[in-house]
């Protein structure tokens, strides 16, 4: 069961991405953060009041309650890079360097609790930093090079590997959560992560003496693919906490990494995003890696 909710954690992790990079070429990056978290936050608060009303709700500790916190804090960090990334250089090659790297973070944490992989696990790591160097080594393609709004690839690999580090802690966190936490971990992470998005928004705009509005209110062509995001963002977190209640974390959380192959078949079926052979052969190591990490 761990297997087929980390695999759902991916698909719908992967539409969403899609669908915040087509967003964040719409209206401002943080617009597209604030918008999504709160639609995400809309939908958590319906669904608990919901919970409540049919009776039995889950009943969080106090330190999923600081873990929800943590995850709040963290988000917009992590979505923004990532949208950043996705609306400024190619789906293909943000999404999976994303995946790589915070596949790579909850490994690191059972290392540091005390797990001990076997060597199929260790390899697949390996594999995966030699996916990230294919993927992030291969030429501009030339239709690439004429689209001015698509920035060289050392520009994006950065916001996409910060994106991963963030995504990676806040797997972590997430799936340290009790069994009986619920959602109640997001209900506390949403409505903060958009507290402080809006905060930072408000903070740049002042710095530039600009109006407010176009920071934290996405345009009105983006908002379609911005609800979109936010339900496909808080699906795909309801799935992995049950994901990492049912089985390891460090099994669902790589499984989960897998979403780059459902925003990269998106990007190719909607935005005819073409693959160069180094960044096919890339995918194709990233997924042994974490095929051969998810089997140890």
Do not use: C
Request: aromatic share 6%; charged share 10%; no cysteine.
């Amino acid at each position: 069961m761990a297997i087929v909710l980390g695999l759902l954690v991916a698909i719908t992790y992967g539409a969403g991405d899609f669908l915040g990079g087509l967003a964040a070429k719409r209206s401002a990056t943080m617009a597209v953060v604030i918008g999504s978290f709160g639609v995400a936050a809309v939908l958590l608060g319906v669904v608990t009041v919901g919970w409540m009303a049919i009776g039995d709700p889950p009943t969080p500790t106090t330190n999923d309650l600081w873990l929800g916190v943590g995850t709040g804090l963290i988000a917009p960090f992590g979505i923004g890079l990532l949208y950043q990334g996705l609306a400024t250089g190619r789906m293909s090659v943000v999404a999976p360097i994303t995946a790589v790297v915070a596949a790579s973070v909850p490994l690191a944490w059972g290392l540091f609790e005390g797990e001990r992989p076997s060597s199929g696990a260790l390899v697949g790591v390996a594999m995966a930093l030699v996916a990230v160097i294919l993927i992030s080594g291969a030429p501009t393609p030339e239709a690439h090079r004429a689209d001015t709004a698509a920035l060289p690839l050392a520009a994006v690999v950065g916001p996409a590997m910060g994106s991963g580090l963030a995504f990676g802690v806040i797997f972590v966190l997430l799936g340290s959560t009790s069994a009986d936490a619920g959602l109640w971990p997001l209900v506390v992470a949403r409505p903060l992560a958009v507290a402080l998005t809006v905060l930072a928004a408000a903070i740049l705009a002042r710095r530039a003496h600009r109006a407010l509005g176009p920071s934290i209110v996405p345009s009105r062509s983006a908002w379609p693919y911005v609800v979109g995001a936010g339900v496909l963002d808080i699906t795909a977190n309801a799935f992995y906490l049950a994901g990492t209640n049912a089985g390891l974390l460090s099994i669902v959380a790589v499984l989960s990494s897998l979403y780059p192959a459902a925003t990269v078949l998106l990007a190719r079926i909607f935005l005819d995003e073409r693959l160069h052979r180094l960044q096919i052969a890339g995918l194709a190591l990233a997924a042994l890696g974490a095929a051969a990490m998810a089997a140890a």
